[in-house]
């Protein structure tokens, strides 16, 4: 897999990147957060300019996320179980992610994209639950930058040891991300709970 993303990158520079970063956006199965970490070990090597390279990101992650709360918005949960094959979706994880949008769209979209087969379905519920795109923007742009920020400086400090740093982003990431979100939700809960309490 490296060898490949290497070559791809190698090939297409920040465009090649770009394009990456759009169908990991879209939920759809492809090593994208493996290709930002090793984009950051080129820049390193000066292979390849941060600033083209952050940009690509940052643009291409934010378009594709867009691109799949329209498809959210305009389509729909009968589009998302017609291709629940490829986009990883349950009739479930539909159910659980709409209740934890609602308890916090904010918390949701920043955090939501570390748990592992809730990050796909993002966007998407996030279309569908009929939040505003402007919302929706400003949070997965906050989301999009520190994603950027944190993959292109594992990948430019530590690409040597990528083994280490890909198991570090498939397994940690996912229990900080997942843990995070869940502290976020409980607080919202406890603090919903105790402004009845005194009414």
Do not use: C, D
Request: glycine fraction near 14%.
């Amino acid at each position: 897999m490296k060898e490949w993303v290497m070559g791809y990158l190698g090939a297409l520079g920040a465009g090649g990147l770009f394009l990456g970063v759009i169908i990991e956006a879209l939920g759809i199965p492809f090593p994208g957060g493996l290709m930002v970490i090793l984009a950051g070990f080129l820049v390193n090597q000066g292979r390849l300019g941060f600033f083209p390279v952050f940009a690509a990101t940052l643009l291409g992650f934010n378009l594709g996320a867009a691109a799949a709360f329209l498809v959210g918005r305009y389509l729909g949960e009968p589009f998302l179980m017609r291709f629940s094959k490829y986009l990883r979706v349950t009739p479930l994880r539909i159910q659980q992610a709409r209740e934890w949008l609602a308890q916090s769209a904010a918390a949701f979209i920043i955090f939501g994209r570390f748990v592992p087969m809730i990050s796909n379905l993002t966007p998407y519920i996030a279309g569908l639950s009929g939040l505003h795109i402007l919302k929706f923007l400003g949070y997965n742009l906050i989301f999009t930058f520190f994603w950027t920020s944190f993959n292109l400086s594992l990948g430019f400090l530590f690409g040597h040891s990528w083994g280490y740093i890909l198991h570090l982003t498939r397994y940690w990431l996912p229990f900080l991300g997942g843990g995070l979100l869940v502290g976020v939700l409980v607080f919202l809960y406890l603090k919903r709970t105790r402004r009845l309490s005194l009414k």
